[in-house]
């Protein structure tokens, strides 16, 4: 008789190996930059991970910002009219929203929104249009605001204005801009999702051009559009190369009317371990809570100030937002304190 084979067992799945973050985190401040690989863990760690990378992204944003938190203050300075088809955007070609629309502010109101934002204790005031990019004449407006700024208050400004010639860049930059933002909003591979009437190569060139004209660059992105993790990596790695000086996270507020109005809000902790992501892959930047965070963050909204160092107060563009008195407490409850502008 034949003997009868033993049967085999199945191989035990291999278990992953759990990372210390705080060890990992001292290893980032000492030079060592995440794998792709890494990258993506952050992202699928299980929520009961959380307080790990939290610590550990807060070693990295304590030694480079202390316990700081820069304000910016938004200023819709043209409102609807886009001709571009972004599919997050209320204010898009595509977007049936029932939002307020004006033509550009006068140079009068945007220098009162700025000395609004002075008071509010705001580091950086920021001028943004709903344009594919600016005409000479709407620029002449902006540039002569601007000069009457930088002549009343040391506050910083950050111009967002769609895409840029280095004519116009340079224009800027001789009036006193310190900043020109141009969102990337996604990885290279998922943008035509996301926009057709410009390509993901038009936006890299408006910030190769912002650095041209010597202005600092801020440029992150919007997440829960449909995205996958490699995405969220491909962007964070994508603004690392390109060695972007301040980078806002956004999270989808989705609004009804736009394609993108059907999309669920994210978890909170989805949230908190993308901003951890971009702490650990930009140790040293700027990164800004920004749009949805109140929608989206809910109650956990304090804990995202253990990775990020700024954040925008008062609302955004066609969006209300978390009150500015409701910022300073916030603040203020963590044992942070405002980055105070020189006065």
Not at 221 to 240: K, N, P, Q, Y
Request: glycine share 6%; hydrophobic share 40%; with cysteine.
């Amino acid at each position: 008789m034949k003997k009868r084979a033993e049967p085999k067992l199945a191989a035990a799945p291999m278990k992953t190996p759990e990372i210390d973050w705080a060890t990992f985190a001292e290893a980032i401040l000492a030079g060592r930059v995440l794998t792709r690989e890494e990258a993506l863990r952050v992202l699928q760690e299980p929520d009961t991970a959380l307080l790990e990378l939290l610590g550990a992204a807060f070693r990295i944003r304590r030694r480079y910002h202390g316990l700081k938190v820069h304000i910016h203050v938004l200023r819709n300075a043209k409102s609807g009219g886009c001709p571009e088809d972004c599919t997050f955007c209320s204010q898009s070609s595509i977007s049936s929203a029932p939002i307020a629309r004006h033509p550009l502010l006068s140079r009068e109101d945007l220098v009162e929104g700025a000395l609004q934002a002075y008071e509010a204790r705001a580091g950086t005031y920021c001028i943004v249009t709903a344009t594919r990019g600016p005409t000479w004449r709407q620029l002449e407006t902006i540039v002569d605001a601007v000069r009457e700024i930088k002549a009343r208050v040391p506050i910083k400004i950050c111009c967002s204005l769609g895409l840029l010639t280095p004519e116009k860049a340079r224009w800027l930059k001789e009036a006193g801009v310190d900043r020109y933002n141009h969102n990337l909003e996604t990885s290279e591979r998922f943008f035509p999702q996301i926009c057709t009437t410009h390509t993901y190569r038009d936006r890299v060139r408006t910030l190769e051009v912002v650095k041209d004209a010597g202005l600092e660059t801020c440029s992150g992105g919007i997440i829960g559009m449909g995205e996958s993790d490699e995405d969220i990596v491909d962007l964070a790695f994508t603004v690392r190369r390109l060695d972007i000086d301040s980078i806002p996270i956004n999270f989808l507020n989705p609004i009804e009317g736009t394609p993108l109005g059907h999309c669920r809000h994210l978890t909170p902790m989805r949230c908190l371990k993308v901003l951890a992501l971009f702490r650990f892959l930009n140790p040293q930047k700027d990164i800004r809570v920004a749009g949805g965070r109140e929608v989206n963050l809910r109650h956990l909204q304090p804990l995202a100030l253990y990775a990020a160092n700024s954040l925008f107060a008062g609302g955004y563009l066609t969006t209300g937002g978390q009150a500015i008195q409701d910022v300073y407490q916030m603040i203020e409850d963590l044992g942070f304190e405002i980055e105070e502008v020189i006065r």
